[in-house]
Each structure stands twice: as C-alpha cells, then as structure tokens.
C-alpha cells in the first residue's frame, strides 16, 4: 500500500553539468565530464544503500526519506539533478559554498550530518509501506541518542507523520525531543516537491539554521 507521494529518480540531462558558485556568488556552469546513468545502472541500484554522513555532537542532523536511484547509484545523499537540498544549505548559509553531492563529506567539518528513515534505495519514497517508516523511526530516535546532535531535521513532513505518529505535525519546530535533540521538520526537497519554491525552501532552511545558532 503506498503511504507518500511519488519521488521519481528518472536520469537527468543535466547531470553532465556541474554548478560551481564564483567569489561573488553566483552561479557558475561549467561541461565536465561526467558518466550518466542508464536505466539499467538504476534499476541496478534498488535496495543499495547510502552510507550515513554521520559523528558524535554534530550541530545537525539531517534525515532524508530513503535514498532516491541516482542517489544510491552515485552513492551520495541527493545526488540528484535538480533536488534542492544543497542549493537550500547554501542558501541559509549552512555552507560557504554551494556543494555538490560528492563533496558531502564537507559537512561533517562544519557540524552537520545526514542519514535516512529507511536505508534501501526505491524508485519512489511512496513504495514505503506505513510499518517500514515506522521501524525506520524507531533505529532514528537511537541513532539520534547514540549520536546526540543538538538538532534534527527531517526532510518530509509525510514521511515524519507516519514514521513517528504525529498526524498533525506540521513544518517547522516540534514541541517534542528526541532524546536532547531539537526536532525540526522541513520540506521534502526533491524537485518534484511543487508545494515548496527554492525561495520558500531556503527560506525555511534559513529559519531553521537561525534556532540552531541560538543553541550553541
């Protein structure tokens, strides 16, 4: 039975391109040479994983769904084209720079980590059935305990809603903790998420980064 709307991970024309932000800024595309997955190269990747990006006392813990195809193909956190989850850090000034999904590792310098509710890559989140959210959620809460970080982020309220049991959650800061952490919910920030413009998204990225500011 399917729970969550789709999140489809067809290739990308534009995965052969590279987004590089100048001095001052601004966007900056430049051809590199990259290999583009086939459809067979992503349907190979149903049920791989993505390692966590993950240490102890992080400022933030980010958490997506569950890894897209191109994700778990890359073998990145939303490696994507066209996902708005690295464009919506820059925004709020979580990074200096715009990142790309391989330089991930970049993150954990600065005190943010990311990590998912379910671990096997699908062709779409919605393929995730009610029970595997919610086992899903229980390894999160431990992996947050274990791990402590001062805030969490999980990005889908749909997904955060099932998994957890909060049919009335909404986007922004919930009244409960995990453990010591501040939870927080934010958008789903797959392309395909029209509910949410790059500007409301940075926005509420933004909002966010400022409460955790406020925690240290």
């Not at 966590?52 to 897209?68: E, K, Y």
């Not at 919506?88 to 990074?95: I, N, P, Q, S, V």
């Not at 310098?109 to 509710?117: A, E, K, M």
Request: charged letters at 25%; a positive charge.
């Amino acid at each position: 039975m399917s729970y969550l709307r789709s999140s489809r991970e067809p290739a990308d024309e534009t995965a052969g391109k590279t987004r590089r932000m100048t001095a001052r800024g601004r966007p900056h595309t430049t051809q590199v040479d990259v290999i583009k997955p086939s459809r067979a190269d992503l349907l190979a990747a149903v049920d791989r994983k993505v390692p966590d990006l993950i240490a102890t006392g992080l400022h933030v813990l980010f958490c997506g769904i569950n890894p897209g195809l191109y994700s778990a193909w890359a073998g990145h956190h939303f490696a994507r084209p066209g996902n708005r989850f690295w464009p919506a850090l820059f925004a709020a000034g979580f990074t200096e720079r715009l990142l790309n999904p391989d330089e991930e590792r970049e993150l954990l310098r600065s005190g943010f980590g990311i990590t998912n509710l379910v671990e096997r890559a699908t062709i779409a989140s919605d393929e995730l059935s009610r029970e595997e959210l919610q086992a899903g959620g229980r390894v999160f809460e431990k992996k947050v305990k274990r791990y402590r970080p001062r805030a969490v982020a999980i990005l889908g309220v749909s997904a955060y809603r099932l998994a957890f049991d909060r049919p009335k959650a909404r986007i922004g800061p919930q009244s409960e903790r995990m453990g010591e952490s501040v939870v927080w919910v934010l958008p789903n920030p797959s392309g395909l998420n029209a509910h949410f413009t790059p500007k409301a998204l940075a926005s509420l990225f933004c909002e966010f980064k400022q409460q955790v500011a406020d925690l240290r």
